[in-house]
T-cell receptor
Framework: AQSVTQPDIHITVSEGASLELRCNYSYGATPYLFWYVQSPGQGLQLLLKYFSGDTLVQGIKGFEAEFKRSQSSFNLRKPSVHWSDAAEYFCAVGGGSGGSYIPTFGRGTSLIVHP | DTAVSQTPKYLVTQMGNDKSIKCEQNLGHDTMYWYKQDSKKFLKIMFSYNNKELIINETVPNRFSPKSPDKAHLNLHINSLELGDSAVYFC???????????FGSGTRLTVV
């Protein structure tokens, strides 16, 4: 069974500081990996995704993530955080199987940005 | 243009009532989904539906039923609402082969 662990429930950073949100997954084959962001009162927005190829994936809003198969990780990074990045971040893992696909989401990491 | 729209945004109702939440997507996506987000932000898949296949999460009570009048709409009907049904319900869509979801802004359901 596929699963996702986001070890940090909350992360606090200062505006302008770098950011790394951790995500560890469990999946039997090559996974599809995703990061979503949820602002208060809003739906989730896809930041980036990894299916195959280059293990460093660029996304929207200046985010990137790196797939490390040996560590079963897909950590999200941003070099300089803006106050507007304060939100809930979800990692998700899935993969195609028989034409049917449903990703599993982690429990989220809440990002707090101090001015 | 809203890509995935849900109505209503808020829904307050009494236990035992029947209610529906509507979802429409204008992206031309093949597959639509319903997710439930609980008070701890945990997202749980409820249904996945395209014009060929309905996949039901076996843990979802049969009081919940998806109804799709056409490819662009997937409504969620809930019978005999219970207190534990209070949550935020998200509709989402994706294109086969992409799997990156586009989410609606959610419907906050409160059962009193």
């Amino acid at each position: 069974a596929q699963s996702v662990t986001q070890p940090d429930i909350h992360i606090t950073v200062s505006e302008g500081a770098s950011l790394e949100l951790r995500c560890n997954y469990s999946y039997g084959a090559t996974p599809y990996l995703f990061w979503y962001v949820q602002s208060p009162g809003q739906g989730l927005q896809l930041l980036l995704k990894y299916f195959s190829g280059d293990t460093l994936v660029q996304g929207i809003k200046g985010f990137e993530a790196e797939f490390k198969r040996s560590q079963s990780s897909f950590n999200l990074r941003k070099p300089s955080v803006h106050w507007s990045d304060a939100a809930e971040y979800f990692c998700a893992v899935g993969g195609g199987s028989g034409g049917s696909y449903i990703p599993t989401f982690g429990r989220g990491t809440s990002l707090i940005v101090h001015p | 243009d809203t890509a995935v729209s849900q109505t209503p945004k808020y829904l307050v109702t009494q236990m035992g009532n029947d209610k529906s939440i509507k979802c429409e997507q204008n992206l031309g996506h093949d597959t639509m989904y319903w997710y439930k987000q609980d008070s701890k932000k945990f997202l749980k898949i409820m249904f996945s539906y395209n014009n060929k296949e309905l996949i039901i999460n076996e843990t979802v009570p049969n009081r919940f039923s998806p109804k799709s009048p056409d490819k662009a709409h997937l409504n969620l009907h809930i019978n005999s609402l219970e207190l534990g049904d209070s949550a935020v319900y998200f509709c989402a869509s994706s294109q086969v082969g992409d799997y990156g979801y586009t989410f609606g802004s959610g419907t906050r359901l409160t059962v009193v």
